[in-house]
């Protein structure tokens, strides 16, 4: 069964390319003074790629929730339970990424890009990490990748 349409893909993509240029301006525009080491530049861009299928794994969610919700309301003949058991696992991956997403923290110079009256805050301002090694940076970056893309495979995996 087809969950998401081509062109609901097609339009996704457009805007999580350009929300991703917008990002990558703010995140260019840190306020860290030095030159970092090639293991701290690989940090960054790995945390930003992290970000950006962060990003993509929320919209992609939530969008087979809609399209779930919709088989649901229209006319889900024998199927209803089915539908149930989906909406129930994406609600327990929703909230193990708000989870992953809140314990996110700040890299060394990186600036705070969002607005806290919205609600959007995804990391920790009082969790400094600068004494870290960049090698230690590297590491928690890696380690955080490999969560996010526990959640990414199980949203895959997932069958209606």
Not at 5 to 33: E, F, K, M, Q, Y
Not at 95 to 118: F, I, K
Request: aromatic letters at 2%.
């Amino acid at each position: 069964m087809n969950l998401i349409s081509i062109s609901r893909l097609r339009r996704l993509s457009g805007a999580l390319a350009l929300a991703s240029l917008a990002l990558t301006a703010v995140l260019a525009t840190g306020c860290h003074s030095h030159e970092d080491s090639a293991t701290m530049k690989e940090a960054r861009a790995l945390n930003d790629e992290t970000n950006e299928v962060g990003r993509k794994f929320h919209t992609r969610l939530e969008l087979i929730r809609e399209d779930i919700q919709a088989q649901l309301d229209g006319d889900a003949q024998g199927t209803e339970e089915l539908f149930k058991r989906v909406l129930v696992k994406l609600d327990d991956l929703d909230a193990r990424y708000e989870t992953w997403m809140s314990n996110q923290v700040l890299l060394p110079g990186a600036t705070c890009n969002h607005d806290h009256a919205d609600g959007e805050h995804h990391h920790h301002h009082e969790t400094s990490l600068d004494e870290l090694s960049d090698e230690d940076h590297l590491a928690l970056q890696k380690a955080i990748r490999e969560e996010l893309d526990g959640l990414v495979n199980e949203l895959n995996s997932l069958k209606p």
